[in-house]
T-cell receptor, first 111, second 113 residues
Framework: GEDVEQSLFLSVREGDSSVINCTYT??????LYWYKQEPGAGLQLLTY?????DMKQDQRLTVLLNKKDKHLSLRIADTQTGDSAIYFC???????????FGTGTRLKVLA | DTGVSQDPRHKITKRGQNVTFRCDPI?????LYWYRQTLGQGPEFLTY????????KSRLLSDRFSAERPKGSFSTLEIQRTEQGDSAMYLC???????????FGPGTRLLVL
């Protein structure tokens, strides 16, 4: 069945790069997404990548997609304390386009 | 603000009571989704609408749950005879069309005592 997995925690120092990883199972997913959630808040769309792309860069964010291994990563350059949050990857299920989310990676940025 | 809005933001209720949540999608978005998020987990799909038609319901959506989108604009999610296990954040999202990006509202946090 469909499943999306992420590591639970990541801690980095301010100014370093953060890399958050995700694996998914549905090879027919057309889009893959990264959302950010701050405490008590809804989900904020960060970026997305179409499944026929390998990489997408958007300011401090770089998304890498390895379709063969069904592996997705989000790199945040020059990580700031304001980047501390939970990051979810999600795949778009073919047909209904509902999203299947991972359990989220809690990023803690140390000053 | 033209984002997705949800009301109320917080709801505390006693077990056995009925609750209703409202979602107003982004204008002209014809797809509307409901998700549920429990503590420490990612959001899980509940149901979605294409205009006023409810096209899929997750098996998570028991008979106590009902959702409507009567005019293809706002949607309501009702939970009857609430149970403590219903305590969660209920998230609504909308998209312009089937393959378009979903934009999420701030969520309604439900606590059942």
């Amino acid at each position: 069945g469909e499943d999306v997995e992420q590591s639970l925690f990541l801690s980095v120092r301010e100014g370093d790069s953060s890399v958050i990883n995700c694996t998914y199972t549905d090879s027919s997913s057309t889009y893959l997404y990264w959302y950010k959630q701050e405490p008590g808040a809804g989900l904020q769309l960060l970026t997305y990548i179409f499944s026929n792309m390998d990489m997408k860069q958007d300011q401090r964010l770089t998304v890498l997609l390895n379709k063969k291994d069904k592996h997705l990563s989000l790199r945040i350059a020059d990580t700031q304390t304001g980047d501390s949050a939970i990051y979810f990857c999600a795949e778009s299920s073919a047909g209904t386009y509902k999203y299947i989310f991972g359990t989220g990676t809690r990023l803690k940025v140390l000053a | 603000d033209t984002g997705v809005s949800q009301d109320p933001r917080h709801k505390i209720t006693k077990r056995g009571q009925n609750v209703t949540f409202r979602c107003d999608p982004i204008s002209e978005h014809n797809r509307l989704y409901w998700y549920r998020q429990t503590l420490g987990q990612g959001p899980e799909f509940l149901t979605y609408f294409q205009n006023e038609a409810q096209l899929e319901k997750s098996r998570l959506l028991s008979d106590r749950f009902s959702a409507e989108r009567p005019k293809g604009s706002f949607s309501t999610l009702e939970i009857q005879r609430t149970e403590q296990g219903d305590s969660a954040m209920y998230l609504c999202a909308s998209s312009l069309g089937p393959q378009e990006t979903q934009y999420f509202g701030p969520g309604t946090r439900l606590l059942v005592l």
